[in-house]
Every structure is written in structure tokens, then in C-alpha cells.
């Protein structure tokens, strides 16, 4: 089969990349990745949580002759006073990025291989732990051959969002591995946006220290020829708060996977997605996995996707609370918004409890426009278009309301309502 | 203002005849009420004038200000003038009632070819009339009808149609899941909107609202058609006799 030589490719390219060149600090890390991914193999679609998503779209398909993103309309973010951190075809572009100097942060690239970095002992690590319950072999690929990628250690006060920017000059595939690190009581707010890569394989590890604050917001897929695997681990500790939203309008297939382990008490780990998607070719899929392993935790998922002309929506989310892990607040929904009869929602919601006193609530549905509703704000005088587009907004205000920063939700809302507007040509 | 020639309407589904053959002229500067027993097609009227989908019009004609609107989408009648305050008001999470009213007030304003109304005169309007209906800003801001009171979704029917001014107003069973001071303070509402360039049809089942918002006209409609017409004592006598004197008189 085509995917088993790619799979054997594959691993064997990788290792013969790492182990002709040594990649200094991060070397041993990535060999151990190796090792992971010669015992897990690449995945399957015959795999339990690749059976919506066929893995192989992600590993073989051809990139010739696909469309290559515009620069200028890479950065949604633009109006945002962010610290710009530029990546053009997965390597890191200091000419583009902004100059930065600051006690209270450090921001090197995972590229620089000089002396011992703080960051050896964290590359990898959240990956390593994060093969549960199952594997996540694309991580593991990540880790082992990661061109580069953003090292961000927080020790103190900053006033402005980061920004990681990705551009793309060919069809290339890049391969992207950040690491950040937020010192106890520090906070930060990181900033996704632009194509990167025509494929793109994407892995973020979040160490958050007692009381440590962590807001991303990302965009992606706003290209149409465009595939991507990411997925964003953390390590929640005692009183920390992790918010995590996406964004993702067209594209071909995207799988985000969200891996967080909250194991300190009173921490909080929100994660939500608003997927907008057009067409037979866009497959989205968000598979999330969320440990409790802590006393009092808040976990929170929401997930809104917008599905017309034969896309299709997945969603794989499952929380997991530990024994011990008391006053568990737990909460799950995914639902769909299903603008004709050719598109498909699947979803697998999960939970599996092993505490006695946790309140855990799930729900996943599936459905159209309500047809009152319409009929309501069309009697008001409101097209038919302008009050679909009104009522789909509404569908995904639960996700983007998920965002903290005012300025950045405002932006994607002007981003969704963009989509749908040129949906309408 | 609003004249409606022998219309027969069918339950798209069931092929049933709900309307059949219904005459109703009413003048602006008028209010009419239609009154009628459960079943008679009182709702089926205000549905079929606001151009909601399952009914299939067989005969007749429905116009206002001399145009057809049996050939226009629902937003095209509102835009021409028509409202009509729902018996159920509908709830929407996710929409602002603020931003669902302003979006409203400019989508009629562009279809008639009128500038859009400012920010800060839009605001000013419905922080006045808002204030006139007891609706404060704490419910202006919330999603459209969402976690309202029956009584304070009646208020915003009409604060709708006091920001969107429309020549005909259709309230059907405003009354309905009031009480007395709620339905006062409706009445006043809708009171406060009449004048010579607007004609209303309120549609109840009973006389108290009438004591609060006094008709010209009153019709009693039976199985589909309207079967008598008389002053405002017609409501008195429905409300002392009950409906069956009045349907065996005229069967």
C-alpha cells in the first residue's frame, strides 16, 4: 500500500536527517522522537481516531503546481500592536520579524543550535507525555525533525501579544515546533496567524507555571490548497489558565489536536474552535483530549462548525478525570450548523470519570438554519441572506465569546463575516 | 392602506382550506380588530400577510399602499411598510437585540433607497422609546427575546415597531400572556403610534385589550371568512354573549 512505503519513507528520511546532522541542545530529543516513532508507526486510517480523517491525505498527496498564499493577507492581525515573529516556508525569518529586547522575556529560535539552551529540558517532553490514550504520531515526526520554531520563555511582565506569522514563497511543507514557558503569575497572549506552509505540521508545547495566564487565538486555513496536522500540548499547573481559540475558514484538511493535562488544583483550560467550510474538499477536524488530575479544575470545550456544498466536520473530544481529581467542572459541546443536505458533522464526545464528586456535561448537535428564526428577522426586513449570515454568526458566538482580548474577537468576527459574504458571489 | 379581495389560503401540507374568501379593507388613520374563536384563521391572516412559508394563497389579493405583496418576500413587505407584531415572539441567542434593531431600521432604509441612520441617532431613538416601554438597557443589550418575560417580549414587539414605523401594523394576540398593568402599558405603546398614516389590525380573542386600545371597526371572523362587522359595541356584545349568538345569527 502507498501510505506503508510513505510510512517507511518517511521514518527512514527522518532518520537519516537526524542522525547525518546534529541539531546541538535539541539532538537527543529528537533522537528519543525517533525511537517513538519507529515503535508507533505513522497513522492509519484503520487507527480509532483517524477513522473520520484519513491520515494519508496528510502524508502523500502531491504539492505541485498548488496555489501559493499572498503575502498580504497573511496577517488578520494586522491592526494589532503584536511583537511580529515571521516565518516564511517553515524557517524563521529574522529580517521580517520585530527587534525585541526585554529581562522580561526571552524569544530564541528552535533553528539556533549554540550552546545548552533552558529549553532541553522541555523540548519534547509534553509530546513524550502525550501518547495517551493514543498515539499521535505526527507529533512525535514533529518533534524529531522540526525545521523550526519560536522558544519563548516568560519571566515578568510584557505589554504587548505575540505574533507568529507564517508566510509562504513556494508550496512547500514545513515542519514547526514552538516551545513556551510561562513563569509562575505571568501571562502571555500569542497570536497565530497566515498560511505557514502548503502542508504543515505544527506541534506547541505550553508549560504553565502556578498562576501562569496563556491566551492564544489563531487563525488558519484561509487558503484553499492547504493541509495541515497540528496539535498543542500543555501542562496546566495549580491555579494557571490556558484559553485556546481557532479559527478555520477553507482550506483542504485540517486535523488541530489538543492535548492538556491540568495537574495543578483551581486551574482552569478553556479550548474552542469555530470552523467555517465550503465544499467537498474541506474536512476539518478538532480532536481534543483533556486530563484532570488535579482537585477543583475547569475544562471547557467548544467547538462550532459552519458545513455547506458536501464539507465535513469532525470532532473527537474526550475528558479524562483521574481518581482524586475532585470538584472536577468539566464541560464539552460540539455542534454543527449544516447549511444544505450534502454536508457531514461527525462526532465522538467521551467521558470517562473515575471521581465521585465532578460535574461533567457533554453535548454535540447537529442541524440547520432555524427556519423561525430566519422568518423572524426577515419580517423585520432583513434579507434572507443578511439574517442566514446573522443567524450563523449567532451559531459561533459561543466559541469566539471564548476569547478574551475585545479587539481580537472583533477582528474574527470581521474575518467570519467576510467568509460568508464571499460566499455569496 | 390595506385591502384584501377574496383570499383563499391552503395549508401547504395538508391541502387543507384555511381562509376562505376573506374581505378586509382597512383605511389608514384606522385601527380594526379582528376577533374570532380558536381555529377561525385569525392567525393564518397575519401570517399570510407577513409572507411566512406553508401557505398557499388559491384566490383573491392582498394589497397595500396599491401593491401586491403576495408577489414579495417577506423582508420586501416590511420594507413597504408592513409589520406585524408576532403572538409568539421568537428567541435568538447569539443576536443583540440592539444590533438585530439597527440592522432592521437600515435594511428598510436601503430597500426604500434612504440614507442609513446614524449611530448616535439610532441610540438616541431607542433609549427614548426604549424608556416609554419600561425596557431598559440591560434588555436592549441581551440576545434578542432570550430569557425575556412573556410581557417583556410583547414590549420589545412594539418597540420594534416604534423604531421601524411601519404604515400597517398587524398584532396578533398581543394581549396574549399579559396581565393588566403589561397589557396597559402595550396599549400605550401602540396608542402612542397611532395616527392618520397608519392603519392597525390587532387580532384578539377577547375585549380587554379593545378597552385599551379602542377600535374603529370590528370584525368576527368564523371557519375562514370574515361574518360580521360592526362598531366597537361589537366586541361588547362578543364579550357579554360569547361567540355562538353571534354565529348563529349569521349561519
Not at chain 2, 401557505?55 to 401586491?68: F, K, M, Q, R
Request: overall charge negative; some cysteine.
Amino acid at each position: 500500500m502507498a501510505l506503508e512505503q510513505e510510512t517507511f519513507d518517511r521514518i527512514d528520511n527522518a532518520k537519516s536527517q537526524i542522525l547525518t546532522q546534529n541539531r546541538g541542545w535539541s539532538q537527543k530529543s529528537r533522537e528519543s522522537a525517533l525511537s517513538r516513532l519507529s515503535n508507533i508507526g505513522l497513522p492509519n486510517h484503520r487507527d480509532e481516531y483517524w477513522k473520520y480523517t484519513n491520515p494519508a491525505e496528510l502524508l502523500t498527496n502531491d504539492l505541485h503546481g498548488l496555489s501559493v498564499a499572498n503575502h498580504e493577507e497573511a496577517n488578520v492581525f494586522a491592526e494589532v500592536d503584536a511583537l511580529k515573529i515571521v516565518f516564511c516556508d517553515g524557517i524563521y525569518r529574522p529580517d521580517l520579524s520585530d527587534e525585541f529586547l526585554s529581562d522580561n522575556m526571552s524569544i530564541n529560535r528552535l533553528a539556533d543550535e549554540g550552546d545548552l539552551h533552558w529549553a532541553q529540558n522541555y523540548y519534547g517532553t509534553l509530546e513524550r507525555n502525550g501518547h495517551t490514550p493514543v498515539a499521535r504520531p505526527l507529533a512525535a515526526l514533529n518533534t524529531a525533525i522540526a525545521s523550526d520554531g519560536v522558544l519563548i520563555h516568560v519571566k515578568g511582565n510584557i505589554d504587548k501579544p505575540v505574533l507568529l506569522l507564517g508566510l509562504q514563497n513556494t508550496q512547500a511543507e514545513a515542519t514547526l515546533h514552538h516551545l513556551i514557558k510561562i513563569d509562575p503569575g505571568c501571562s502571555l497572549t500569542l497570536l497565530e496567524s497566515g498560511p505557514f506552509a502548503t502542508r504543515l505540521n505544527t506541534v506547541m508545547e505550553v508549560f504553565l507555571e502556578k498562576g501562569a495566564n496563556f491566551e492564544h487565538v489563531r487563525t488558519q486555513g484561509r487558503e484553499h490548497d492547504r493541509w495541515g496536522a497540528t496539535h498543542i500540548f500543555s501542562d496546566i499547573k495549580e491555579e494557571a489558565k490556558f484559553k485556546s481559540f481557532t479559527l478555520t475558514a477553507n482550506g483542504i484538511l485540517t486535523r488541530n489536536e489538543c492535548i492538556l493535562n491540568l495537574s495543578g488544583d483551581n486551574c482552569v483550560a478553556h479550548v474552542a474552535g469555530a470552523s467555517v467550510g465550503d465544499g467537498k474538499t474541506f474536512h476539518h477536524d478538532d480532536t481534543v483530549f483533556i486530563t484532570h488530575d488535579a482537585v477543583a479544575c475547569e475544562s471547557r470545550q467548544v467547538f462550532k462548525k459552519v458545513l455547506r456544498n458536501g464539507a465535513t466536520g469532525v470532532f473527537q473530544g474526550k475528558i479524562l478525570v483521574k481518581e482524586g481529581a475532585q470538584k472536577t467542572d468539566g464541560y464539552q459541546i460540539s455542534q454543527s450548523l449544516l447549511l444544505d443536505d450534502d454536508s457531514q458533522f461527525l462526532a465522538k464526545p467521551e467521558l470517562e470519570i473515575y471521581a465521585d464528586d465532578v460535574v461533567c456535561s457533554h453535548g454535540s448537535t447537529s442541524g440547520a438554519i432555524d427556519e423561525q428564526a430566519l422568518f423572524y428577522l426577515c419580517s423585520r426586513g432583513i434579507s434572507k441572506e443578511d439574517a442566514t449570515d446573522m443567524l450563523t454568526l449567532a451559531f459561533l458566538a459561543e466559541a469566539v465569546e471564548e476569547i478574551e482580548n475585545e479587539n481580537v474577537a472583533n477582528i474574527i468576527v470581521e474575518k467570519i463575516s467576510a467568509w460568508l459574504s464571499r460566499r455569496k458571489n | 392602506m390595506l385591502d384584501i379581495r377574496d383570499l383563499r389560503v391552503n395549508l401547504e401540507d395538508e391541502n387543507k382550506e384555511i381562509l376562505k374568501g376573506v374581505d378586509l379593507t382597512v383605511d389608514s388613520g384606522k385601527v380594526h380588530a379582528i376577533m374570532g374563536p380558536n381555529g377561525s384563521g385569525k392567525s393564518t391572516l397575519s401570517y399570510v400577510l407577513s409572507g411566512k412559508e406553508g401557505y398557499e394563497v388559491t384566490h383573491g389579493s392582498i394589497l397595500l399602499n396599491d401593491s401586491d405583496i403576495l408577489e414579495m418576500e417577506p423582508e420586501e413587505r416590511a420594507a413597504a411598510g408592513l409589520f406585524l407584531a408576532f403572538q409568539y415572539p421568537v428567541e435568538i441567542p447569539g443576536v443583540g437585540n440592539m444590533t438585530f434593531l439597527r440592522t432592521a431600521v437600515n435594511a428598510q432604509r436601503k430597500a426604500r433607497g434612504e440614507t442609513e441612520i446614524s449611530a448616535t441617532d439610532f441610540l438616541k431613538q431607542v433609549r427614548e422609546r426604549a424608556n416609554s416601554l419600561q425596557i431598559d438597557a440591560e434588555m436592549l443589550k441581551r440576545p434578542v427575546n432570550v430569557g425575556f418575560s412573556g410581557g417583556e417580549k410583547k414590549r420589545n414587539e412594539i418597540l420594534q415597531m416604534a423604531m421601524l414605523e411601519p404604515k400597517m401594523c398587524i398584532l396578533d394576540e398581543t394581549d396574549s400572556g399579559l396581565d393588566v398593568d403589561a397589557m396597559k402599558l402595550v396599549a400605550e405603546g401602540v396608542n402612542s403610534l397611532r395616527d392618520n398614516g397608519r392603519g392597525f389590525l390587532v387580532i384578539t380573542h377577547y375585549q380587554r385589550l379593545l378597552d385599551h386600545i379602542k377600535p374603529d371597526v370590528v370584525h368576527i371572523m368564523a371557519d375562514g371568512k370574515i361574518v360580521k362587522t360592526g362598531g366597537p359595541e361589537l366586541a361588547l356584545e362578543v364579550e357579554n354573549n360569547g361567540y355562538s349568538d353571534i354565529l348563529s345569527e349569521v349561519a
